[in-house]
């Protein structure tokens, strides 16, 4: 069973950046699917983005391309989320998530209950 702890959150101002991170133990890291989600003051937990355990398969929430990247170092059981041109709306706490995939896997998913393993979160604010 792997455990998460994310890092990297706090406060920063409009049309910054941050880099969150993520790392993975208790579990061989290679063997994840691992995603992002986001949830805003009042609103549910929404889907930022997931890399696939290879990292050949990439997805996105629409909203959010070309500002957000996601990257993972298996060699350090750690992912990634690059934040740039950050604006009010990406304040939320951010959780990293795990899946088990198979060995050839690509698969990527959008939807919350398809992650088995959750970190406790970091806030990031971002002040306008």
């Known amino acids: 069973q792997v455990q998460l702890v994310e890092s990297g959150g706090g406060l920063v101002q409009a049309g910054g950046s941050l880099r969150l991170s993520c790392a993975a133990s208790g579990g061989t890291f290679s063997n994840y699917l691992m995603a992002w989600f986001r949830q805003a003051p009042g609103k549910e937990r929404e889907f930022v983005a997931a890399?696939?355990?290879?990292?050949?398969?990439?997805r996105y929430a629409d909203s959010l391309k070309g500002r957000f990247t996601i990257s993972r170092d298996n060699a350090k059981n750690t992912v990634y989320l690059q934040m740039n041109s950050l604006n009010a709306e990406d304040t939320a706490v951010y959780y990293c998530?795990?899946?088990?995939?198979?060995?050839?896997?690509?698969?990527?998913?959008?939807?919350?209950?398809?992650?088995?393993?959750w970190g406790q979160g970091t806030q990031v604010t971002v002040s306008s």
């Open positions: 890399l696939s355990r290879g990292g050949g398969s990439l």
């Open positions: 998530a795990a899946r088990w995939a198979t060995r050839y896997s690509a698969a990527v998913y959008i939807t919350e209950n398809e992650y088995s393993y």
